[in-house]
């Protein structure tokens, strides 16, 4: 097979996992309503605890804005992986003859849309409530809210796979998760910090955003590497 | 699509999970027309062999072999060789039908259209085709993952208990599937409980216990009286 036709496949692969997924999704609405509800519960719980007299306090936005969609993103990853234990549809996946990286990518793209969808209510939500300027630098904020939720989504979708099989995986998930995407939560909060400020820091957030994309980089590949040596039994 | 296997060979193969020795030194060789039956108790090492079979488990020590190549040689054109029907039938509770079989069809690369009708046509399940999968009987499910697990003319078929939760009629159909796989060149392994069924199914059997391979003949006459002399009761 040419280089191009194993590409084209690879693809397919990833695209037919995230469409059979979304169908799924589509009908029980399971993962979208518990992550966005999650979601919005978790800045609601910080802004009536933080928020005092219409004020909110200074440089919180970017911290619960992360954090929010840290923790509404353990969830969503927790579930996506619990719906192929079910009927061990995982094995049925890695039985077929299509690459196994592809059915990594698959599983990342579904996490990274389900988690923007979250971003596209957690963002105004949080600007309503602590007052936070997000549209100030929108391609900014934006990039940095993708390069973020991949890098997040990168390490969190190996890993949920990994302990697809283990008992404990609700507890080991955020236990082995968080450790390995602080860098991402941290460049995350520092960059939208830096583009609340008044004026933007665009330069500081550049860097950021840099910081960022170079964890996706580097997860993503060694995910690609590494996926199908761990998931074999 | 790569030159059909003639064997699969098993060689001294040993798999332990932790402290638990699920084969043990077991050798095997089955050729095409072979139906398999592999009977034992409970924890007898079967859907782990399978899983070997599958390469979907890998060995501790010794050698797979399918054909005159080793199982790591093959890689996907290998797994497009293989069909499984696990216990856990590997089925989308919340897809219909048809769109399980146009899902896996696709992942096979297959004609999804030509291939998911003849599927629901074997399966009796063209009246239901548009129905959610967790609606169905636990026989029409076998059935139907059945038929998913045939989709792609496996040369070497792996059926996990194929009659659970099937009615009289159904069983007699899948067990003339088995025999019609067989015929037309396919290697069958069949692990199942019911020796009632497996008599004057398969063509050899092998007996396992505890890891180990007790026996391994020509199907005899009266298996049931040869199960309880090599296991016990």
Redesign the interface.
Known sequence: MGPQREVK?FFR?AL?VLR?DF??EA??REILTTTLLFAVSCVLVFAFALVKEGEAPPDAAPAILWIAIMFSGTLALGRTFE?ER????L?????????RPALYVGKLLGIVLLLGVAELVLVPLVAFFFGAPFFVQPVLMALLLVAGTVGFAAVGTLFAAMLMRVRTRDVLLPILLYPITVPVIIAGVRGTAALLASPPDEVTATMWLAIVVAFDVVFVTLSLWTFEVLM?? | MTDDFESVRLTDVSRHFGRRRALSRLSLTIGAGDILGLLGPNGAGKSTLL?VL?????PNTGDVTFGDRPARGWG??L??R?G?L?H????????TAR?NLT??A????LNAADAVQAALERAALVDRADD?VAGFSRGMRQRLALE?ALLHRPRLVLLDEPFTGLDDRSVGAVADRVRQLASSGAIVVLATHDLDLADGLVTRVALMREGRMLLDEPAPEGLRARYRATIGQ
């Open positions: 496949m692969v037919l059979k169908a799924i009908k029980s719906r079910y009927g061990e549809t094995r049925a996946l890695l039985l077929a003859p299509a690459p074999t039994e | 899983g599958a390469t979907l488990v890998r996907a054109p797994r497009q293989i499984l696990a856990e039938l590997h089925l989308y509770a919340e897809l769109q899902f896996f696709e992942l096979y690369g959610e998913r």
